[in-house]
């Protein structure tokens, strides 16, 4: 027993110094493919796994002698994947879990991803989020790796009628995702990615992950990672085929698309691309999920919030942002596919094609939308209405193929990078 310790002592050891030297500045490219030679070589002994549980175990210690925070991380990938293979045990890595330090935020991500590899494999993924023994924290990275673990590895029938699964979920989402951040914002997409739905979801947390978009006065991570779990928790229940309630019920999930067409310039400088890309998304989601109400709506008297989300929506299509526009036009193909059969447009043909020509030259221009002076026209969303000016609906599904590279009859093709 001892010579074995010594050995896993040593075995650690070089561990650490080969990773020095890989994360050392001004090393040369020889020395460098060496140490990562050498490393690798030293990962694939037989007892590199207990070696970097020692590793993990005394990282104040080492990191007091400046071992490099690589060596940790590469030491959490090692037992992550000795517990895949049943060489580590779930409790093991629940206690390295509780005692690592916030600074190693990426070796807590790979255990947790172990310890709920053991959790889903043992059918305890409620009974190891409600153990009770981890800070908040650390059960949010845990229960972000339950959901991730639970939707890639089982069938989504036999998730569907998994207990723990639900049980487990429904922990998460009641109490662990908030107050909303970001990291509860991903762990809500994690368990969306299980089957959770915005109708499913408890009311306060869609009311909270809508209220960090709105203003995004939590910063632009939070908001970012909020629209993204609103995003994934819309497309489960249109991937799920739930049964949409009246269209006042989803005001909530309108408003932000109502907003992004005259704040998407500013919100786009004031919180980077990335949040645009995820508004554009989520709007592409919302609309999708919606657009039989959607278009049910138009023209009717409590038609005003559709026709203002639809036409945030088509200002979108022109966007300067690739993913954004996309995003748009992917939404707009949807709702036109969900319009009613005998749904026909409420203007002229003439009168229409001429201002869809003017709009989407101006879109694509990254131009104001004309403001019609109050008209049907200028309140409804027009950089694609030429799929309303054919002489017969049944061409709708022809004026498709306009994004996919072939022009709809003389107007201008919105190109898709």
């Given at each position: ?234 497309t489960a229940a249109a991937d799920r085929g739930d ?175």
């Amino acid at each position: 027993m001892a010579a074995s310790a010594e050995a896993i002592h040593a075995l650690a050891n070089e561990i650490c110094v080969a990773a020095s030297t890989l994360h050392g500045a001004g090393v040369d490219a020889a020395t460098l493919t060496a140490a990562n030679a050498r490393l690798v070589a030293l990962c694939q002994e037989p007892l590199a796994a207990a070696a970097c549980e020692c590793i993990l175990a005394n990282w104040e210690q080492l990191a007091a002698q400046r071992v490099p925070e690589g060596a940790f991380v590469l030491a959490a990938g090692v037992v992550e994947a000795a517990c895949r293979r049943g060489a580590v045990s779930g409790d093991a890595l629940f206690r390295l879990i509780e005692a690592l330090p916030d600074g190693l935020h990426a070796c807590v991500d790979k255990l947790c991803a172990g310890a709920a590899f053991c959790a889903v494999a043992a059918g305890q993924e409620h009974a190891a989020l409600a153990a009770g023994t981890l800070p908040r924290d650390r059960l949010l990275l845990l229960s972000t790796a339950l959901g991730e673990e639970l939707g890639s590895t089982v069938h989504p029938i036999a998730l569907a009628a998994r207990d723990t699964a639900a049980a487990a979920s429904r922990l998460s989402l009641e109490t662990l995702c908030l107050p909303v951040s970001a990291a509860s914002a991903r762990c809500a997409s994690a368990w969306a990615g299980c089957g959770a739905t915005v109708h499913s979801a408890p009311g306060s947390l869609v009311a909270a992950l809508a209220a960090a978009v709105d203003g995004a006065a939590g910063g632009a991570d939070v908001a970012t990672a909020s629209l993204l779990a609103l995003r994934d928790l819309v497309t489960a229940a249109a991937d799920r085929g739930d049964d949409v309630g009246p269209l006042g019920a989803y005001e909530l999930l309108l408003r932000p698309v109502v907003a992004a067409a005259a704040s998407m310039p500013r919100l786009h400088d004031a919180l980077g691309v990335e949040f645009a890309n995820a508004l554009g998304a989520y709007a592409a989601s919302v609309v999708e999920l919606l657009a039989p109400r959607l278009a049910a709506a138009l023209g009717a008297p409590e038609g005003a919030l559709a026709e203002a989300a639809l036409s945030a929506l088509g200002a979108n299509c022109g966007h300067e942002l690739p993913n954004v526009a996309a995003a748009a036009t992917d939404a707009w193909v949807k709702f036109y596919g969900a319009l009613p059969a005998g749904f026909a447009p409420p203007w002229r043909r003439a009168y229409a094609t001429h201002v869809v020509r003017l709009v989407a030259h101006r879109a694509g221009k990254g131009c104001e939308i004309p403001n019609f002076k109050g008209s049907y026209l200028g309140r409804f969303p027009l950089v694609l209405a030429d799929f309303w000016t054919s002489d017969h609906l049944s061409e709708r599904s022809r004026s498709v193929d306009a994004f996919s590279g072939t022009r709809a009859r003389g107007t201008l093709m919105l190109k898709r990078t």
